[in-house]
């Protein structure tokens, strides 16, 4: 089927379709109804390479994202998705360009953003972390109209074109509970630490265990780090947390640190008398989980979230595809006996 075809069908002019294909100019109600229903009856999709040559240049895609080696490598992993996802489009005449900032620096953040809305692409793909330097970039870009699409978490009070991330409140609950299995009953009080706990998805995660262990009637301490203060929680900092509660049954960390939770475990000479349960599976936390100094991990997939987020866009913008609003990534679960290889 082609526009040609479309047209005779319809007893219209090609650019009658191409006005009704493309939301532009004036067509009557009762054309329009009559094209659409040709096109949906023989599920036309418009060719993106020729739509690409009739407006004179290439679609451009925009990547803001944390630097790929910081959170432990995380960004990595999504990146790769992203990278994989680039290199599909490409060929359909797409750009993308990725601006990784330090999520440690204002000023580096505000950099990519700035050259983000200079660059005025026709869409962008960003993770709506640190909601106090994201939150005015979202406001920038929606006053120019332009597209976007958010992964790894979602930010209450904007308009994604969709979202994609877990379910963060589940899978705090989830982690409480996985921390009941492993346990089997609890003597002592179960620690929260919590690092970037201005973040929402964080906060999520933070309140789902703790809506688990008050139904369940556990005692819990919760210690909460500034991610603007210092990259990434560190062991010194856990090891002072030890010192301040030496006797627990269990930590949940609420990001991708339990590795340094493991490290701070084994500085101390503590071994085996309570339960670890984390985020990501970074390489630091896969190796621990196989020596079993980590007791679970849950995974977000980063690399399906960063990929699936480019070509959502793309389906979007250039096929002007319809895409649902939200994608929730499933919560996967890794154990010693199920861990991945590396």
Not at 86 to 102: K, N, R, S
Request: hydrophobic content about 40%.
């Amino acid at each position: 089927m082609t526009v040609r075809e479309i047209a005779e069908l319809a007893g219209v002019s090609i650019g009658t379709v191409d006005r009704v294909l493309y939301k532009r100019g004036r067509v009557s109600a009762e054309t329009r109804a009559k094209v659409q229903g040709i096109i949906e009856q023989y599920q036309f999709r418009p060719n993106p390479i020729a739509r690409r040559l009739k407006r004179n240049r290439a679609y451009r895609f925009s990547i803001l994202l944390p630097r790929r080696d910081q959170d432990a490598g995380y960004w990595g992993q999504a990146l790769d998705g992203i990278r994989a996802a680039a290199a599909e489009i490409a060929p359909l005449g797409v750009e993308t360009e990725i601006l990784e900032y330090d999520r440690y620096n204002v000023l580096s953040f505000q950099n990519a953003a700035d050259k983000a809305v200079a660059a005025r692409p026709d869409g962008l793909v960003i993770p709506p972390i640190m909601p106090e330097k994201t939150g005015p970039f979202i406001a920038d870009i929606q006053r120019e109209h332009i597209p976007y699409v958010f992964f790894d978490a979602d930010m209450p009070g904007t308009a994604p074109l969709m979202t994609i991330c877990q379910d963060s409140f589940k899978g705090g609950y989830l982690a409480g509970r996985l921390m009941h299995l492993f346990a089997g009953s609890f003597h002592r009080p179960v620690a929260v630490l919590d690092p970037h706990g201005e973040d929402y998805h964080i906060i999520r995660r933070r309140d789902g265990f703790l809506k688990y262990a008050a139904e369940q009637g556990i005692k819990t301490v919760v210690r909460e780090y500034s991610g603007y203060k210092e990259p990434e929680i560190s062991s010194e900092e856990i090891a002072g947390f030890f010192g301040d509660y030496p006797n627990l049954d269990g930590i949940f960390i609420t990001n991708c640190m339990a590795h340094r939770v493991a490290e701070a475990v084994q500085r101390c000479g503590r071994t085996g008398d309570f339960i670890l349960i984390g985020y990501d599976l970074i390489p630091k936390n896969l190796q621990f989980l196989k020596e079993d100094r980590i007791n679970a991990i849950i995974s977000q997939r980063p690399e399906t979230q960063g990929r699936e987020a480019l070509l959502n866009l793309y389906r979007w913008i250039v096929l002007e595809q319809a895409i649902s609003p939200r994608l929730e990534i499933p919560l996967d679960v890794y154990i010693r006996e199920n861990a991945p290889p590396e």
